[in-house]
């Protein structure tokens, strides 16, 4: 017990007299400190508001966006990696397996799929296309089956 007994705080006393002897005289200020506070908290509360509604939305669907009736689509080659544009007549176009399709999608330019945490192909679409990545208005579609028609307005995948 001695042991326990040298580590016992030298200064109890000192600061159980300090308090007693002001704790008389100065409660009216702690709770004016108190009211304070809260009107600080409540402020925090109404600036946090803002970045809640600037949050990015929980997902985004990425549709096809062929603006005009004529549309050029660039395309690569898997195999040999040779770079053409394609024209998308009357607002569709066949796509052919072993290509990527940069497909003009109607979401932001400024939206990336590699800031989200991945590209979910609709059920409709998956056992025709694969979505690699979407950016700068674009979206990289390779088809999975040859001669698969895509439209305007068709929904490809979405972001989440």
């Not at 040298?6 to 100065?26: R, T």
Request: with cysteine; hydrophobic share 35%.
């Amino acid at each position: 017990m001695s042991n326990l007994d040298s580590l016992k705080d030298p200064f109890e006393d000192e600061v159980k007299n300090i308090l007693g002897e002001e704790s008389d005289e100065n409660e009216d200020e702690s709770v004016e400190m108190t009211s304070e506070a809260l009107k600080t908290e409540e402020v925090n509360i109404n600036v946090d508001n803002p970045k809640k509604e600037s949050e990015k939305p929980d997902y985004i669907p990425i549709c096809v966006d062929f603006p005009k009736h004529a549309t050029p689509v660039e395309c690569i080659i898997t195999a040999t990696g040779y770079h053409d544009k394609i024209a998308a007549s009357g607002r569709e176009l066949r796509l052919l397996q072993n290509r990527l399709y940069m497909i003009p999608v109607d979401c932001d330019k400024e939206i990336n799929s590699d800031e989200w945490s991945d590209i979910k192909v609709m059920s409709d679409m998956s056992s025709l296309i694969d979505v690699r990545y979407v950016k700068d208005g674009f979206a990289c579609v390779m088809p999975l089956t040859h001669n698969i028609k895509i439209r305007q307005g068709n929904r490809l995948a979405i972001l989440w």
